[in-house]
């Protein structure tokens, strides 16, 4: 059954939120879509970390890497850089789960977007690993582009492909989503925390694959495992409603017994499984918190 946006848009329009496109799916069909304009390729800033996030799941399921892999594993050379003599603040003992789910140790984290489109030192990893931890890491949130990047390389290092070489056959093409731009560092390492480029159409195909557990047409693509642990509440963080829920695994918990990807400027994957249901939003707004209550209070009911 078609359901009406109007609302929806009524409600965004009035608070003069800049909402460019919105797709509803629900039991796997499109049940409502609306575009300002066209559903153009627009860049998806931190939902591309989910993405990278399904990348981790597949090397963890192909048995190269788990979730006590430490930096030092795979970048040795990195591990005395640090200044400190305290074992506990040198980013190579950092595991592949304290990066997952934003626990790291960093009070102002590196390889934030200013700090990358400046940087002299081209190799990222190195840079990240030169600098002391501020705390010990794995109880304390702190949101860190920089962890997704380490983690993007990580992967690299462990599978001998880019995060997008590795997820285009694995996950990209089954979904329909084909000559992905996806930005690099300065030495060709998938971004990972920013830079992909797809539409608001194909980011809804994702949520509809997070909402089956990583199944498509009848195939396992990403382990409905994986799906359930990243989506899955792993630490607690403060903020505004959608943002004091915990976080997971690259992935936000929200209210309403759902959880999310999102970007800056106002992307969304919305993903209500109590519905079966999926919204996707592309926008250029910074309120995002405003966008969602117009979810929650105009399509949530429609379901």
């Known amino acids: 059954m078609l359901i009406s946006l109007d609302g929806f848009i009524d409600c965004v329009t009035q608070q003069g939120l800049n909402v460019l496109s919105a797709r509803v799916l629900q039991k796997g069909t499109s049940v409502a879509k609306w ?5 153009e390729r627009r860049l998806q800033h931190s939902v591309s970390k989910s993405f990278t996030c399904m990348a981790v799941g597949l090397a963890i399921a192909e048995g190269k ?3 006590g892999t430490k930096l030092q594993e795979y970048f040795p050379q990195y591990a005395q850089m640090s200044l400190t003599d305290d074992p506990d603040l040198r980013p190579g003992g950092l595991t592949l789960y304290n990066l997952l789910r934003m626990s790291s140790g960093h009070d102002s984290p590196p390889l934030w977007a200013e700090e990358r489109a400046s940087l002299q030192e ?7 690993m ?16 920089g962890d997704t990047f380490v983690i993007s390389a990580l992967v690299q290092a ?10 285009t056959p694995r996950l990209f093409e089954p979904l329909g989503i084909r000559d992905v731009s996806w930005e690099t560092s300065p030495l060709g390492v998938t971004l990972g925390c920013a830079g992909l480029e797809i539409s608001n159409e194909e980011l809804s195909r994702f949520g509809q694959l997070l909402l089956q557990k990583g199944q498509w ?3 396992q ?10 989506t899955r509440k792993q630490i607690d963080n403060q903020g505004s409603p959608d943002w004091s829920q915990g976080y997971g695994i690259q992935f936000w918990m929200c209210t309403h017994e759902a959880y999310r990807a999102d970007g800056a400027h106002g992307q ?3 993903v209500i499984p109590g519905k079966d249901a999926v919204v996707a939003i592309n926008s250029y707004e910074d309120d995002i918190q405003g966008i969602l209550d117009a979810v929650w209070a105009e399509i949530l009911p429609l379901l």
């Open 130 to 145: 030169s600098l002391p931890l501020d705390r010990a890491p794995g109880d304390i949130f702190t949101y860190s582009s």
């Open 122 to 128: 081209k190799d990222w990893v190195k840079y990240y």
């Open 217 to 219: 047409e009848g195939k």
């Open 65 to 67: 890497l788990s979730l």
């Open 35 to 39: 575009d300002l304009s066209s559903d």
């Open 268 to 270: 969304l994957c919305v």
């Open 158 to 167: 462990a599978v001998g492909q880019t995060v997008k070489d590795y997820l």
């Open 221 to 230: 693509l990403v382990p409905a495992e994986w799906i359930d642990f990243v």
